[in-house]
């Protein structure tokens, strides 16, 4: 298995989990732009956003929800957080496993580098 987040959901790779359930595991990033930086990421291995397809709605909406609850968990709700996802070479996705960032204890700017 040479994708790194399969990896690390299969337990090769140790990662400071913070959640996970049938669909979804939840880890620390491991170079942390922001005191709070959580990946959100599906068992399934799905490589980019481009191959997201209607059959992954629920599990990309229960990404989404996911992060909501940990920010919340974590006091940022009301302060603010950001989520993203980065597609291919230009907007800097490294890991072509699809994730959703979470970030969030400090003032993030925008627009985003
Ligand atoms: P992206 O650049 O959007 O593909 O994001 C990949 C993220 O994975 C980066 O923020 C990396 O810091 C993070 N990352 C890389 N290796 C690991 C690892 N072993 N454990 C946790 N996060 C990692
Ligand atoms: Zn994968």
Redesign the pocket.
Known sequence: MSC??CR?IAGE????RVYEDAELVA???????APM?V?IVPRVHVPTLNEVDPSHDALVGSMIRRAAAIAAERGYAEGGYRT???CNAQ??????HI?L?LLGGRTLAWPPG
């Not at 880890?27 to 732009?33: G, L, R, S």
């Not at 907007?91 to 072509?96: E, I, L, P, R, W």
């Open positions: 790194l987040f690390i790779i140790p990662g400071s880890f620390d990033d491991i170079h942390p732009q930086h990946l993203v996802f980065n907007a800097g996705q490294t890991v072509f994730h960032h």
